[in-house]
Nanobody, 118 residues
Framework: QVQFGESGGGLVQPGESLRLSCTTSALIFRYETIAWFRQAPGKQRELVATIATWGRPTYVDSVKGRFTISRDSAKNTVDLQMSDLKPEDTAVYYC????????????WGQGTQVTVSS
């Protein structure tokens, strides 16, 4: 079921930036709205941002103005540019098609760890 791969995470200090990348199949990339989710320690996975096939983005309030989601048609990737990172952004970040955040584990990739700490 897993058809996504995430990369780009790391350890950064508050205020710094990271760029995450999501890879998927050409078929999914072409026809599906793609979303980034995150799961902080001890919390449920939550939606962060989405991008429609025609490029319209949406964001949860907590990341508006700091995160930018984008699609690269040449690479079939969906990137998440994260700026002004805060400790509360610390989480494992996943990408998937738009949909419930509580899908079974076999629907998710390994994710990429983002840690924001001084």
């Amino acid at each position: 079921q897993v058809q996504f791969g995430e990369s780009g995470g790391g350890l950064v200090q508050p205020g710094e930036s990271l760029r995450l990348s999501c890879t998927t199949s050409a078929l999914i990339f072409r026809y599906e709205t793609i979303a980034w989710f995150r799961q902080a320690p001890g919390k449920q996975r939550e939606l962060v941002a989405t991008i429609a096939t025609w490029g319209r983005p949406t964001y949860v309030d907590s990341v508006k103005g700091r995160f930018t989601i984008s699609r690269d048609s040449a690479k079939n990737t969906v990137d998440l540019q994260m700026s002004d990172l805060k400790p509360e952004d610390t989480a494992v970040y996943y990408c998937n098609t738009e949909g419930p955040a509580d899908r079974p584990d076999n629907y998710w990739g390994q994710g990429t760890q983002v840690t924001v700490s001084s």
